[in-house]
T-cell receptor, first 114, second 114 residues
């Protein structure tokens, strides 16, 4: 088996601040994802990466950057945190990324912006 | 575009009661359908998936049938336990332009009381 580790678990930022969330996986999966989870809205895809150094925008990419410098890691940057923003950011991976595959999720980073 | 509808935002049951969570979807073609479950403090994990229309998937006592005629994928369990308390997401795979995008329903919070 494998595991997805997200750091930090809790992130508190100030309005306008640039914030970075990190994700590591040891499944040796090719594809990695960042999702945003808001209460009552389900999960929405921010960025995904098919392989090392690849980046693809999801439906919610505005206001975010991502980086995949190694196969095992995928980071997400909030370019300018919005006041009173609260959400959970979930990292996931899958073997190759076809729509029938299982996604494996980390336990999330909970963001609060003061 | 694709969509998934979970009408029930919350369901509260007593132990040993029957569970039914409604899920309908809209898409073209024959995508894979999933149920993911998210326990408190954890990321979502796969509960079951069905890749073929009119087939049934089952896991840990949960069942769901991929009904192409009614475009439904309802989740059922004959007798719930307190440990089943979690958020349940109905998810639609994408056979369109992108193989990497899943469409999540808004989730149904199940609370089971002893």
């Amino acid at each position: 088996g494998g595991i997805i580790t997200q750091t930090p678990k809790f992130l508190i930022g100030q309005e306008g601040q640039k914030l970075t969330l990190k994700c590591q996986q040891n499944f040796n999966h090719d594809t990695m994802y960042w999702y945003r989870q808001d209460s009552g809205k389900g999960l929405r895809l921010i960025y995904y990466s098919i392989t090392e150094n690849d980046l693809q925008k999801g439906d919610l990419s505005e206001g975010y950057d991502a980086s995949r410098e190694k196969k095992s890691s995928f980071s997400l940057t909030v370019t300018s945190a919005q006041k009173n923003e609260m959400a959970v950011f979930l990292c996931a991976s899958s073997i190759s990324g076809t729509s029938a595959e299982t996604l494996y999720f980390g336990s999330g980073t909970r963001l609060t912006v003061l | 575009g694709n969509s998934v509808t979970q009408m029930q935002g919350q369901v509260t049951l007593s132990e040993e009661e029957f569970l039914f969570i409604n899920c309908t979807y809209s898409t073209t073609g024959y995508p894979t359908l999933f149920w993911y479950v998210q326990y408190p403090g954890e990321g979502p994990q796969l509960l079951l998936k069905v890749t073929t229309a009119n087939n049934k998937g089952s896991s840990r006592g949960f069942e769901a049938t991929y009904d192409k005629g009614t475009t439904s994928f309802h989740l059922q369990k004959a007798s719930v336990q307190e440990s089943d308390s979690a958020v349940y997401y109905c998810v639609l795979g994408d056979l369109g332009g992108s193989n990497y995008k899943l469409t999540f329903g808004k989730g149904t919070l199940l609370t089971v009381t002893p």
